[in-house]
């Protein structure tokens, strides 16, 4: 008998396991905006004791009920959200207030192990490790002690988006395909994998970006090899910063490279991916800023010593995303026009830095930086699928042959095979495979460091480059922190925006970047909408008659749209 995907067995809200029941779903009078409330203006509200934490989970449950169901984007739901909610509300009764988080939710990508008592599987989207037990991850911890409520998992690109080539980002075999909150009509099979009128924000944190873009949490936790946080938030309208490599523990995370691998926050705002990096950096590794990466924020470009790419020649490949002439026309005249905009306002500006293009990492017919994903798949696989507490696989050689022995369910008629594993095995086994990773290694630095040439030569502190591109490969191979933000809105409904990088251990000229560009509105697109996201939108509703007048007479909202 054929077995069913396992992604229709979902519940109605595509949800996997306990489903919260609200019979006034559709009636229900919300407390607060989820669409445009920020982790600053929710600490706000529950310091005044406008909003408590039990409203806040309510409120993201309901917003998931409704929406997920064509979202996609949450995976599970923890079932002692709610408690947890009311153990932290009469904490802070009591005075006690845990962290910077303290009763705030969060949803965290679906390949970061939870721990065991939030009552959650970590299976990455593969149907192989559903019902798998692991060991919590050290950010998770970081995030509890902080006081904050891991609301549930979100969706990813099964295995982080290296299972095989050319599926599209936010499938899974688990969960199947999520759907981004600015594209209508649905999956259309005839574009690209990665084209802007598909329904999905590139990434394999794609999850986490449609979440916090659709009002179903106010932040998120993403992780990124190469790509996967930075992309997604430019198709989502968001903020973002990868970590430089190291500073955030990777440990019990499902890897493809511990190499490239780190944990990230997708947020509204530049203090709310601030306040997240607080958390998640080990401090003793770095320098963080009197404390708080949040004193890098700014106002001002003033200070900041800019560089560019062209946007002409720094591109998605065509087979990627399809081109559009118009909206290919409108990326290319927006971005330049950001540029300018930029060029008036920064310290110094050089445009069209020359740094190698991408094509330079390939070495012996292999692009180096993607291929030591696949060089050190099985090593890193072999070791997070050994620490598992209970699992049907305990090996990649195990996931595969699983895969093949349950194709109908784990290798489905959408993308039947898992050729990016079964690499990984081939190169493990290869009679080479030591002295050909060191070799891509040496080659994927040395060509790395022409970023840093090009940063001293043209003395700036960020370069930045057109969203659609690959400039994270430059990150990925040379440990730097990438960052990402949105600029407009194209005529498919999908959004871009662009990418930057400054130097390892320079996550404050990202803060700086990001929360000047926030303030700033570099381009009129979407002042709109990042006007609501920085918090200039609605107050909340229906809340407390008592209270009304403080919550809703501009204290909260000018706090926060001040930044």
């Not at 409704?66 to 904490?91: F, H, I, S």
């Not at 409108?330 to 905009?341: C, E, M, P, S, W």
């Not at 012996?364 to 090593?379: I, P, Q, R, S, Y």
């Not at 191979?477 to 990402?484: E, H, I, L, Q, T």
């Amino acid at each position: 008998m054929a077995s069913t995907p396992v992604s229709q067995l979902l519940s109605k809200q595509k949800l996997a396991g306990w489903v919260p029941h609200f019979a006034d779903l559709a009636s229900h009078t919300p407390s607060f905006d989820t669409m445009t409330a920020t982790v600053h203006f929710l600490q706000e509200a529950l310091g005044t004791g406008c909003l408590q934490s039990t409203q806040l989970v309510e409120e993201y449950q309901r917003s998931i009920c409704l929406y997920n169901e064509w979202l996609g984007a949450v995976y599970q739901l923890a079932p002692g959200a709610m408690d947890r909610a009311r153990q932290l509300d009469t904490l802070r009764q009591d005075g006690k207030i845990l962290g910077a988080l303290h009763g705030i939710p969060i949803l965290v990508k679906g390949n970061i192990a939870t721990s065991e008592a939030l009552s959650m599987e970590t299976n990455a989207g593969a149907v192989a490790l559903i019902g798998s037990k692991s060991n919590g991850a050290p950010v998770i911890d970081k995030l509890l002690d902080a006081g904050a409520i891991v609301l549930g998992t979100t969706t990813l690109s099964e295995l982080g988006f290296h299972k095989r080539k050319n599926i599209r980002c936010a499938w899974s075999a688990a969960a199947g395909q999520a759907q981004s909150a600015y594209v209508r009509g649905g999956l259309d099979w005839s574009d690209s994998i990665g084209g802007h009128s598909v329904p999905n924000p590139l990434g394999s944190s794609s999850g986490s970006a449609i979440a916090v873009s659709a009002g179903l949490a106010p932040i998120a936790l993403g992780t990124e090899t190469i790509g996967s946080l930075v992309a997604p938030a430019t198709r989502a309208s968001l903020y973002t910063i990868k970590p430089t490599h190291g500073l955030v523990d990777p440990s019990n995370i499902v890897p493809i490279t511990a190499r490239f691998d780190t944990a990230g926050p997708l947020g509204k705002t530049a203090e709310d991916i601030a306040m997240l990096l607080d958390i998640l950096v080990d401090h003793w590794k770095t320098n963080v800023p009197d404390g708080s990466y949040a004193s890098a924020m700014t106002t001002t470009w003033s200070g900041l010593k800019v560089g560019t790419l062209d946007p002409e020649n720094w591109q998605l490949p065509g087979w990627f995303v399809k081109p559009v002439p118009n909206a290919t026309k409108q990326i290319l005249d927006d971005t330049r026009a950001a540029y300018a905009k930029i060029k008036s306002l920064a310290k110094s500006f050089h445009e069209n830095v020359p740094l190698l293009p991408l094509s330079a990492f390939e070495c012996d017919g292999k692009n180096a930086v993607e291929f030591l994903m696949t060089a050190d798949l099985k090593h890193n696989m072999d070791n997070y699928l050994g620490s598992l507490r209970t699992s049907k696989v305990k090996s990649l050689q195990e996931l595969v042959d699983w895969n093949s022995a349950h194709a109908e369910e784990a290798l489905t008629k959408e993308y039947p095979n898992q050729e990016l594993l079964e690499q990984g095995l081939a190169f493990a086994n290869s009679a080479n495979s030591v002295e050909t990773r060191e070799k891509l290694v040496a080659h994927a630095k040395a060509v790395a460091a022409n970023f840093d040439d090009m940063v001293k030569k043209y003395d700036i502190d960020v370069l930045i480059a057109p969203g659609d591109c690959i400039l994270s490969e430059y990150a990925a191979a040379g440990g730097k922190a990438p960052f990402s933000s949105f600029i407009s809105l194209i005529l498919l409904s999908s959004l871009f925006g662009y990418i930057s990088i400054s130097l390892a251990h320079r996550l404050t000229h990202g803060i700086s970047k990001i929360s000047n560009w926030d303030s700033a509105h570099v381009l009129s697109g979407l002042q709109w909408s990042t006007s609501r996201l920085a918090g200039d939108g609605p107050a909340p509703q229906g809340l407390d008659s008592d209270k009304s007048d403080e919550c809703m007479g501009g204290d909260i909202q000018s706090k926060e749209g001040a930044h």
